[in-house]
């Protein structure tokens, strides 16, 4: 392991550690907040239990979908847009202020559409996500090195086969860059609509356990979410330092 991981894995536990101290000795209330030990017990036991393993499906299952239609939606988009540079110039200031945009705020539109079921929801989360792809592959496009289209082009090949073959297998690691944000952005989504207007999943179990002081369920819940997304976007960014340590540049 380099350096780099060991210090942020010190740096890590000397965090939580810093934390667990300061629970146990009463600084921060037991209250208020439990010593993390204690919150990895709880999540140990509610994962050993079951008791909220639909929640957990229904949530993750759900920004799953949203993230799926996020990066094949967004790849698909940003490849067309960088092929119509006069769409490009049109759309290049609603990207830079989209997520100045509440999209929440569209939620009881979504529900008047769609009806109280999950598609609101996904719909919010895909919203999140898909500018990120977008935005990041027209990034990834920009730096194809024009020898590659060069030679796309003197293989005869067409726009679809240009793509697929040539720009975005040259344009990854900065796919990579938006993917990361759409995990990220599609368990905001699922999660924040579950906290605004829901019957089930784990945004709405966090959201009753802490109207309910029920620190024993809330913080396993927000630490799980955590562990799921912290390890998805760390194995990602293993992807991206190995292929960009295939291409020499790092």
Known sequence: MKRTG????????????????LCRVGVIDNFTMPP??????????????GKFNAAIAKTFSNAALAFVLAVTIGIAAGVIIHAMRPLREALDPFFATYYAIPVL???????????????????????????????????????????LLKTARMARLNPI?????????????????GIK???????IGIIGSEFVMSTNG???????AYNNFDNATMYPLILLVMIVSI????????WEKMLLSRRGLR
């Open 6 to 21: 060991i210090l942020r894995i010190l740096v890590i536990a000397g965090l939580i550690g810093l934390l667990e101290v």
């Open 202 to 208: 784990i945004g709405f179990e966090i959201a009753f």
């Open 161 to 177: 086969a240009t793509a697929i073959k040539i720009t975005l297998p040259s344009a990854t690691p900065y796919l990579l860059t």
């Open 36 to 49: 993390p030990s204690r919150i990895a017990y709880d999540l140990w036991r509610i994962l050993i239990t």
């Open 105 to 147: 705020a569209f939620y009881p539109l979504l529900i008047i559409l769609f009806g109280l079921g999950d598609a609101p929801k996904i719909i919010i989360a895909f919203m999140l996500g898909v500018v990120a792809i977008i935005v990041n592959t027209l990034n990834g496009l920009d730096r194809v090195p024009r020898v």
């Open 181 to 187: 944000f759409a995990v990220a952005y599609s368990l």
């Open 231 to 238: 390890s998805i976007n760390t194995g990602l960014g293993l």
